[in-house]
């Protein structure tokens, strides 16, 4: 089916399909998502990097993150130190992919959605901040950060 | 007892008034104490490159017939002291809302008939650097009534609505997270008083459109032009924000 659609139709679709790139679905239960985006498994370093990493993650430009030697942590968010002992990893994993499911006002940016969204730069358009293997990366590690 | 009611009311609004005006604050009261200091200090500050660079500009005559700023400006200590204090404001026969660089250009292609600077270029940068200098300390009073109030509208709903994949707004940083930490900046009310200001960062002049293009940038928003009617507006709401500020160009910022 899919090879026999022309070229012509396959650019005149494009755009239409892009803004529409479907996210992993996920079910909300109570204040938690509790099972893994897309049932993949993260990975503890990599989601170390990404929170640290300045363009992708950049969580410490708002928090404190684990690691006293980092530079210029922001103080806007909650420590992050002591977050696994706070929070499961599916109540983490809903505060990343869209607090304000908890908190219409909330500051924290919805790192999982592109919904709802005005105004945003033509590169990141219909592009979740973080995929879902990310989000899953950075849920493992936090969950890892269980001292204050 | 109606008397002292009134006193009471009078120094009620008073109280409210100036509690308004001491919510905002400038940029430069978030700068760490040295930068401060080289910012006060006009032979450490490399703004005031820029300000003497307009200031020749200013008296430069340009090519053809046309005549220099000075030759209809004279003594712009005096005549042109304060301007930069009602900008941006609308231009009556256009209908158009100009900032400072806004009615810079307008001088330079009507009634210089020279082809504009363009927004960013040094010699604009250096001009407005030089105009704003002259309202050095002076409280900043734009208007946002009559023909401004749309713009002002315009520009108040962009600060308060949420944009970009970060889903930020303006206000929940200028507003609500002043004086927290963002990496190593401290969050200010985004006054914009101190503009064109040089910024560590940019090792550069640059105007308030291009630090507002980097707030965009931040929460990963579309980037306006610079000089364009969104800035414009937003720039006219901050400015109103920043009512009774001094104008403080050129500013360090980091």
Not at chain 2, 56 to 83: D, N, V, W, Y
Not at chain 2, 244 to 253: D, K, S, Y
């Amino acid at each position: 089916m899919r090879a026999r659609i022309g070229l012509g139709a396959a650019l005149l679709a494009l755009p239409v399909m892009s803004p529409a790139m479907a996210l992993e679905p996920f079910a909300v239960v109570g204040d938690a998502i509790p099972a893994p985006l897309g049932g993949l498994d993260g990975d503890v370093r990599r989601g170390e990097a990404l929170v640290r990493d300045r363009e992708r993650g950049n969580c410490l430009i708002c928090h404190q993150g684990a690691d006293p030697s980092e530079p210029f942590q922001g103080s806007i968010g909650p420590p992050l130190a002591g977050v696994g002992a706070r929070l499961d990893a599916g109540q983490i994993r809903l505060r990343l992919v869209d607090a304000s499911l908890l908190n219409p006002q909330t500051v924290m940016p919805p790192y999982f959605r592109t919904d709802n969204l005005q105004d945003v730069a033509p590169s990141f358009r219909g592009k979740p901040a973080l995929s879902a293997q990310e989000i899953e990366d950075v849920v493992s590690y936090l969950a890892t950060l269980r001292a204050e | 007892m109606a008397a002292i009611g009134f006193v009471v009311a009078l120094a009620c609004l008073i109280l409210q008034t100036s509690g308004v005006l001491a919510e905002i604050r400038s940029g430069s009261d978030f700068l760490s104490p040295e930068l401060r200091r080289q910012q006060a200090d006009e032979t450490r500050n490399p703004g005031f490159f820029w300000v003497e660079q307009g200031r020749e500009l200013f008296t430069r005559k340009p090519a053809g017939e046309g005549q220099a700023c000075i030759g209809c400006h004279a003594q712009p200590q005096q005549s042109l002291r304060s301007a930069a204090t009602r900008y941006p404001q609308i231009d009556a026969a256009a209908g158009r809302l100009l900032n400072l660089e806004g009615r810079i250009e307008q001088c330079r292609v009507e009634r210089q008939g020279q082809p504009a600077f363009g927004y960013e270029t040094p010699e604009l940068l250096s001009l407005t650097a030089y105009l704003a200098s002259l309202s050095r300390g002076l409280p900043m009073q734009v208007r946002t009534d009559g023909p401004a109030q749309p713009f002002y509208e315009a520009g108040k709903a962009f600060f308060e609505r949420r944009q970009g994949q970060l889903n930020l707004s303006c206000q929940q940083c200028h507003d609500g997270l002043v004086g927290q930490k963002l990496r190593g900046d401290t969050i200010s009310h985004g006054a914009g008083t101190g503009y064109p200001a040089y910024r560590l960062e940019w090792n550069d002049v640059g105007s308030l459109h291009r630090r507002l293009r980097a707030c965009s940038l931040g929460v990963r928003a579309t980037q306006f032009e610079a000089g364009g009617p969104e800035y414009l507006a937003l720039e006219l709401y901050l400015a109103s924000r920043a009512t009774g500020l001094p104008v403080e160009t050129p500013a360090m910022r980091r």
